[in-house]
């Protein structure tokens, strides 16, 4: 099964489902900017107890959270390692040169995993639980005053739309695409980096193929179905606050009040 979680959508009648879209989305990026006001263990503990109760009120597997982790493993990794070899102070532990490392960078480096560990799981939730439709009209919406100065507010979220819709179906296309070519004796994961740089290339003629393939049997359909640039159509869905937006919006109260006690 395919591992990429972005853009995969989950159905279900939960209390986080049933949030306005742009109070998911506007929640989302308000953690991600409070998220570092944290600064010390207590701070940290209270983000992420408060994260882990957030989100089982998804309903949704926690293994879906988990692969959601997986394609940026090796960058979440790499900047921890940078943390730990690379920041001095406090005691030191171990030195080699220029390489140290120290009870600074040992703290850092676990609270800047924890700090992307806890990102990654709030964007995760945001996806998981909210449609690419969905996402696209609460975008449109928020920057709807920007039509005052002629933003083309309508076509950013409908590339937004496509964006999210078709990140899923590339990679699987991707995964169908490497497979055909295994089966054809193509080895991706043996040999050196640059031998398996190399055999990543052929992928790319195909999938640019299907791509615009896929984009030229999308612009048609719109063009049969006479979609214009969408200011002057109506909508299927209306958004609406509720009484859970306004409970969402008291939880991140409480989150950046607890964060502001704790910091040092």
């Known amino acids: 099964m ?14 986080i489902h049933r949030l306005d879209p742009r109070t998911k989305l506007l929640v989302t990026f308000y953690y991600i900017a409070i998220v570092f006001l944290a600064n010390n263990w207590q701070s940290y503990l209270f983000v992420g107890v408060v994260t882990l109760a957030i989100i089982p009120l998804a309903q949704v597997s926690w293994r879906f959270f988990i692969r959601g982790l997986m394609p940026i493993l090796f960058l979440i990794i790499f900047t921890v390692l940078l943390q730990v070899f690379f920041t001095t102070g406090g005691h030191v532990y171990w030195h080699w040169g220029w390489l140290t490392i120290s009870s600074l960078g040992l703290t850092n480096a676990v609270f800047i995993f924890l700090r992307l560990v806890l990102i990654i799981f709030m964007s995760t939730l945001l996806t998981l639980t909210t449609p690419s439709l969905s996402l696209a009209d609460a975008v449109e919406s928020l920057l709807k005053p920007l039509r005052t100065v002629h933003f083309p507010v309508t076509e950013v979220a409908l590339m937004l739309s496509i964006a999210l819709r078709f990140v899923p179906t590339l990679m699987d296309q991707t995964t169908k ?3 055909a070519q295994r089966a054809r004796g193509v080895d991706f994961g043996s040999g050196g980096l640059i031998k398996q740089v190399k055999s990543i290339v052929p992928l790319f003629i195909p999938l640019f193929v299907s791509a615009f393939s896929m984009a030229d049997d999308l612009a048609t359909a719109m063009e049969a179905r006479g979609y214009n640039d969408g200011n002057h159509r109506t909508r299927y869905r209306v958004l609406r606050y509720g009484r859970g937006d306004v409970m969402a919006a008291g939880v991140m109260a409480v989150l950046t009040a607890g964060l502001v006690l704790l910091r040092k």
Do not use: F, W
Request: charged share 20%; net charge positive; proline share 12%.
């Open 2 to 15: 395919n591992k990429m979680i972005l853009g995969r959508y989950i159905p279900g009648d939960s209390p």
């Open 177 to 179: 695409t490497m497979n």
